[in-house]
């Protein structure tokens, strides 16, 4: 495969689960307000940009933070390159460049969602985001559903999984190195319920983890352990980071600089556990994070860097053949 496809079908799945998350969370930020009794709700649309790192652009177009500013910034202003409408935009184009190697139904179902997405009405999206919200998470698991169902499994499928894992764990590692911080803050009850509540439906796993924990009490470190640590969650960090690594290998085999990368980061989680929210739990997010950064760079370069991608597995067997 050239090196220009794999690092297109890779971009696919990355921005494709970008948009989704990033859709997610403004969909249970709206949510998690409606009740809530905030002295400063300006400071709970603010952990959104930062959680983005991108305060300092936030700041350069707007004077305060909304639900109107914040939701504009997030889905289609023209200077966050992360945006959801850029994702998707990008996803599409990316996807055009490796169109031979994907599905006709996936090419379809992408650019059905980019057509929905481009032409939405921005009045009519903050008078009523919800419906957009759900546009775009019903997007997103209708192409990767229709990827399973259509897509041989070989280094196009493996491409598109190693990109959608990758940003999974990048993502969730992301959302808990902003939120342990304030899980260790004592506050009411209710209110760390709350919050807890928000976190796991910010990664789609409230009901996961209600099914797993008997326990009818939310606690911080059982929930960030979930989120980091299990390894059946779809959007938990081991989880992401063990099918990254399974990709890796179809793709490549061992002992290439990816998969050493991405297996060190997942050799430390697998081996790990979280008793309690302290320095050592910030740090060890902070070392993970660090970890897939570098895992991101080890794969650009090991693959995308190159004419062709190094032969592994598949080449062989159609080798065989």
């Given at each position: 495969?050239?090196?220009?496809v794999?690092e297109?079908?890779?971009?696919?799945?990355?921005?494709?689960?970008?948009?989704?998350?990033?859709?997610?969370?403004?969909?249970?930020?709206?949510?998690?307000?409606?009740?809530?009794?905030?002295?400063?709700?300006?400071a709970?649309?603010?952990?959104?940009?930062v959680?983005?790192?991108?305060?300092?652009v936030?700041?350069?177009?707007?004077?305060?933070?909304?639900?109107q500013?914040?939701?504009?910034?997030?889905?289609?202003?023209?200077?966050?390159?992360?945006?959801?409408?850029?994702?998707?935009?990008?996803?599409?184009?990316?996807?055009?460049?490796?169109?031979?190697?994907?599905?006709?139904?996936?090419w379809e179902h992408?650019?059905?969602l980019?057509?929905?997405?481009?032409?939405?009405?921005?009045?009519?999206?903050?008078?009523?985001?919800?419906?957009?919200?759900?546009?775009?998470?019903?997007?997103?698991?209708a192409?990767?559903?229709?990827?399973?169902?259509t897509?041989?499994?070989?280094?196009?499928?493996?491409?598109?999984?190693?990109?959608?894992?990758?940003?999974?764990?990048?993502?969730?590692?992301?959302?808990?190195?902003a939120k342990?911080?304030?899980?260790?803050?004592?506050?009411?009850?209710?209110?760390?319920?709350?919050r807890?509540?928000?976190?796991?439906?910010?990664?789609?796993a409230?009901e996961?983890?209600?099914?797993?924990?008997?326990?009818?009490?939310?606690?911080?470190?059982?929930?960030v352990?979930?989120l980091?640590?299990?390894?059946?969650?779809?959007?938990a960090?081991?989880?992401?980071?063990?099918?990254?690594?399974?990709?890796?290998?179809?793709?490549?085999?061992?002992?290439l600089?990816?998969?050493?990368?991405?297996?060190r980061?997942?050799?430390?989680?697998?081996?790990?556990?979280?008793?309690?929210?302290?320095?050592?739990a910030?740090?060890?997010?902070?070392?993970?994070?660090?970890?897939?950064?570098?895992?991101?760079?080890?794969?650009a370069?090991?693959?995308?860097?190159?004419?062709t991608?190094?032969?592994?597995?598949?080449?062989?067997?159609?080798?065989?053949?």
């Open positions: 495969m050239l090196s220009r794999a297109s079908l890779y971009w696919t799945g990355r921005y494709i689960e970008r948009a989704e998350d990033t859709s997610r969370l403004l969909h249970v930020n709206f949510h998690g307000l409606l009740d809530a009794d905030l002295p400063d709700r300006g709970a649309w603010r952990e959104l940009i959680l983005l790192g991108l305060d300092d936030f700041c350069e177009h707007f004077s305060e933070y909304t639900a500013t914040v939701t504009e910034f997030m889905l289609w202003h023209p200077a966050n390159p992360d945006a959801v409408t850029a994702c998707v935009a990008r996803a599409r184009e990316n996807a055009r460049g490796a169109r031979e190697q994907i599905s006709s139904e996936m992408l650019n059905r980019h057509l929905r997405v481009s032409r939405i009405r921005p009045t009519a999206v903050l008078a009523s985001p919800h419906d957009f919200f759900v546009r775009v998470r019903e997007g997103s698991h192409f990767q559903g229709v990827m399973k169902a897509l041989s499994r070989g280094e196009a499928y493996e491409f598109l999984e190693l990109g959608a894992h990758l940003e999974r764990a990048d993502s969730t590692t992301r959302l808990l190195s342990v911080p304030a899980l260790t803050a004592a506050e009411p009850p209710a209110a760390s319920s709350a807890l509540s928000s976190l796991l439906k910010s990664c789609g409230f996961a983890f209600r099914q797993q924990e008997s326990d009818d009490e939310l606690r911080p470190e059982r929930v352990a979930f980091l640590l299990d390894r059946h969650l779809p959007r960090v081991c989880f992401g980071l063990e099918r990254s690594l399974e990709s890796i290998r179809a793709i490549s085999g061992p002992a600089r990816p998969e050493r990368a991405i297996g980061v997942f050799a430390e989680l697998a081996f790990t556990e979280l008793h309690a929210l302290d320095a050592t910030e740090l060890l997010l902070r070392r993970v994070q660090l970890g897939i950064a570098d895992a991101a760079d080890e794969i370069a090991g693959y995308f860097t190159t004419r991608v190094p032969p592994g597995p598949y080449a062989q067997q159609q080798q065989q053949q």
